[in-house]
């Protein structure tokens, strides 16, 4: 049965640094890996997928890689901004879609 | 624009009534999924459509039931028989297939309170 693990379950840092965000999931075989944001309240927002035959995903600020060898996945989010301090979720898909409980994420001004 | 809407955004329903959520979107997607997010907890998968007329319990479909009459709506009902719905709800849809990503794409959600 897949698991998926996110760790930290929430987590600070200072504007203006670089950070990782931490996936982890014990099948590799998978379809995909996604990486959602969601604020309070609100709806998960799409963020990155990263299909299986690939290593790494880009948008602006934002790269998500997969090792699928080793189960893990990782978000790196480049010079923080308050913005930015949400709760993050990854969910895998192989025959379901499994998602992770999240990383809070606040970003000191 | 694109998008899947839910509504209501909140809902207050005494013990014992039905109440039904919404979910409809406009992005041509065939497959559709409720799921539900407690505090602390993951989402769970409640029931899922990969085509009209078709549907399928998820991890934690008892209470609650659907429909799937047209494309573009898939309504959750919660019914009395859930033991315990105060829950934040959440409408999805991926365009499923070959040659597609498979990329799921959440409405805003519907919280349900009961009282």
């Known amino acids: 049965k897949q698991e998926v693990t996110q760790i930290p379950a929430a987590l600070s840092v200072p504007e203006g640094e670089n950070l990782v965000l931490n996936c982890s999931f014990t099948d590799s075989a998978i379809y995909n890996l996604q990486w959602f944001r969601q604020d309070p309240g609100k709806g998960l927002t799409s963020l990155l997928l990263?299909?299986?035959?690939?290593r790494e995903q880009t948008s602006g600020r934002l790269n998500a890689s997969l090792d699928k060898s080793s189960g893990r996945s990782t978000l790196y989010i480049a010079a923080s901004q308050p913005g930015d301090s949400a709760t993050y979720l990854c969910?895998?898909?192989?025959?379901?879609?499994?998602f992770g409980k999240g990383t809070r994420l606040h970003i000191l001004p | 624009d694109g998008g899947i809407t839910q509504s209501p955004k909140y809902l207050f329903r005494k013990e014992g009534q039905n109440v039904t959520l919404s979910c409809e979107q406009n992005?041509?997607?065939?497959?559709m999924y409720w799921y539900r997010q407690d505090p602390g907890q993951g989402l769970r998968l409640i029931y899922y459509s990969q085509i009209v007329n078709d549907f399928q319990k998820g991890d934690i479909a008892e209470g609650y039931s659907v429909s799937r009459e047209k494309k573009e709506s898939f309504p959750l009902t919660v019914t009395s028989a859930q033991k315990n719905p105060t829950a934040f709800y959440l409408c999805?849809?991926?365009?499923?297939?070959?040659?597609?990503?498979?990329?799921?794409?959440f409405g805003e959600g519907s919280r349900l309170t009961v009282l």
């Open positions: 992005l041509n997607h065939d497959a």
């Open positions: 999805a849809s991926s365009m499923s297939g070959v040659g597609y990503t498979g990329e799921l794409f």
């Open positions: 969910a895998v898909k192989d025959d379901k879609i499994i």
């Open positions: 990263i299909q299986s035959s690939q």
